[in-house]
């Protein structure tokens, strides 16, 4: 399986063939598959191919379907949300295609697992006139909150039911599970809304924008300042990884303030899912790169004391797992290294039907 994810610098791209497995980069849609194919020395033995879409809004609500002409228009009709990536999705879909006819094409969407949240929870206290079709919270990284979901499943002894999912990365969010479904979570309309991140603003009052917009500043300059030159970054003064910040490795003062945030932001974030979800059987954290956040993981499952959490002393890793509570504690909680590729992977495969 080809997997493609377009991110706001390149296209990142990964060839999974049983325990084979092969990533690259592109700059550009059009240089996609060509990359691949220097990279592979042929485009023969890819049968499916994946395009990842991070916001998919109420048009795509699957998290994973076969594409064909109308899921296309779907793509292109997410454009509003995310323009630039949502575009890049559409072309590269396009161009997958044409390279590709006889290959299946499959599209997973990071939003489809918070279409069903309660409309008290997705709703914005706004004017009906306005709170019409789009504007409301769409959440997001579905994907690996689905698949944090499935895992713990299968790694507690008693399958919990009610599950706060922290997913760690340069988009940090919080999401609370029930019975497999969403109840709630920190993103919103875009993953501007929620948690800092390691470039994103994070939640703040409205009035800032105005404030922004009245001292001469363009409305693209604002939403580009918020999403893009905003969060930690901005903290620092200076560009910097969500790792870099939850590491704090230099001993540098601003970057203890930042982490110390960060943790704050991740508490208060936890508590009210837990309250949503009116109590907790199992926490997990999940990254990418598990070991750079370990030790923040476990300083934050430290404060966690008020949930009945027990933490286990040393919080033993057994890759890839790392178990922060005791085996007699009421809550269960876990530090997940998530293997983005491979959990796309085993979805398609899961839920893909050649009838479809």
């Not at 044409?98 to 299946?104: G, I, K, N, R, V």
């Not at 009906?128 to 499935?150: A, E, I, K, N, T």
């Given at each position: 399986m080809?997997l493609f994810?377009v991110?706001?610098?390149?296209?990142?791209?990964?060839f999974?063939?049983?325990?084979?497995?092969?990533?690259?980069?592109?700059v550009?849609?059009?240089?996609?598959f060509?990359?691949?194919?220097?990279?592979?020395?042929?485009?023969?033995e890819?049968?499916?191919v994946?395009?990842?879409?991070?916001?998919?809004?109420?048009?795509?609500?699957?998290?994973?379907?076969?594409?064909?002409?109308?899921?296309?228009?779907?793509?292109?009709?997410?454009?509003?949300?995310?323009p630039?990536?949502?575009?890049?999705?559409?072309?590269?879909?396009?161009?997958?295609l044409?390279?590709?006819?006889?290959?299946?094409?499959?599209l997973?969407?990071?939003?489809?697992f918070?279409?069903?949240?309660?409309e008290?929870v997705?709703?914005?206290?706004?004017?009906?006139?306005?709170?019409?079709?789009?504007?409301?919270?769409?959440?997001?990284?579905?994907?690996?909150?689905?698949?944090?979901?499935?895992?713990?499943?299968?790694?507690?002894?008693?399958p919990?039911?009610?599950?706060?999912?922290?997913?760690?990365?340069?988009?940090?969010?919080v999401a609370?599970?029930?019975?497999?479904?969403?109840?709630e979570?920190?993103m919103g309309?875009?993953?501007?809304?929620?948690?800092?991140s390691?470039?994103s603003?994070?939640?703040?009052?409205?009035t800032?924008?105005f404030?922004?917009?009245?001292?001469?500043?363009?409305?693209?300059?604002?939403?580009?300042m918020?999403?893009?030159?905003s969060?930690?970054?901005?903290?620092?003064?200076r560009?910097?990884?969500?790792?870099?910040v939850?590491?704090?490795r230099?001993?540098?003062?601003?970057?203890?303030?930042?982490?110390?945030?960060?943790?704050?932001?991740?508490?208060?974030?936890?508590g009210?899912?837990?309250?949503?979800?009116?109590?907790v059987?199992?926490?997990?954290?999940?990254a990418?790169?598990?070991?750079?956040?370990?030790?923040?993981?476990?300083?934050?499952?430290?404060?966690?004391?008020?949930?009945?959490f027990?933490?286990?002393p040393?919080?033993?890793a057994?890759?890839?797992?790392?178990?922060l509570?005791?085996a007699?504690?009421?809550?269960?909680?876990y530090?997940?290294?998530?293997d983005?590729?491979?959990?796309?992977?085993?979805?398609?495969?899961q839920h893909?039907?050649?009838?479809?």
């Open positions: 080809l994810e991110t706001s610098s390149c296209i990142a791209w990964c999974l063939a049983g325990a084979d497995r092969v990533e690259g980069e592109a550009s849609f059009d240089a996609a060509p990359s691949v194919e220097q990279r592979l020395g042929t485009l023969q890819v049968s499916t994946g395009y990842m879409l991070h916001h998919g809004g109420t048009t795509v609500n699957r998290p994973v379907s076969r594409i064909d002409p109308d899921t296309l228009l779907a793509i292109r009709g997410c454009s509003r949300f995310l630039e990536e949502s575009d890049a999705v559409y072309r590269l879909a396009e161009r997958g044409s390279t590709l006819p006889a290959a299946t094409h499959l997973f969407c990071d939003t489809a918070f279409v069903d949240l309660p008290h997705h709703r914005y206290a706004v004017p009906m006139s306005l709170s019409g079709p789009g504007l409301r919270r769409y959440g997001g990284f579905g994907l690996c909150h689905q698949w944090v979901w499935d895992s713990l499943q299968e790694l507690s002894s008693a919990p039911s009610a599950v706060v999912s922290v997913c760690l990365g340069e988009a940090p969010n609370a599970i029930r019975d497999g479904r969403a109840v979570t920190t309309f875009t993953p501007v809304e929620g948690l800092s390691a470039r603003s994070g939640d703040i009052d409205p800032v924008v404030e922004l917009l009245a001292a001469g500043y363009e409305f693209s300059d604002v939403a580009r918020l999403g893009e030159h969060g930690f970054s901005a903290w620092l003064g560009p910097c990884t969500l790792a870099e939850a590491q704090n230099g001993g540098d003062l601003a970057l203890a303030e930042a982490r110390e945030f960060l943790g704050y932001q991740i508490r208060k974030a936890v009210a899912c837990v309250s949503a979800l009116g109590g059987d199992a926490i997990a954290f999940s990418e790169d598990l070991p750079a956040y370990a030790d923040f993981i476990r300083a934050v499952s430290t404060e966690l004391g008020f949930l009945a027990v933490s286990a040393d919080a033993a057994t890759s890839p797992v790392l178990r509570a005791r007699d504690s009421r809550v269960q909680a530090g997940l290294s998530y983005k590729w491979q959990a796309l992977s085993e979805r398609g495969k893909f039907l050649p009838t479809i």
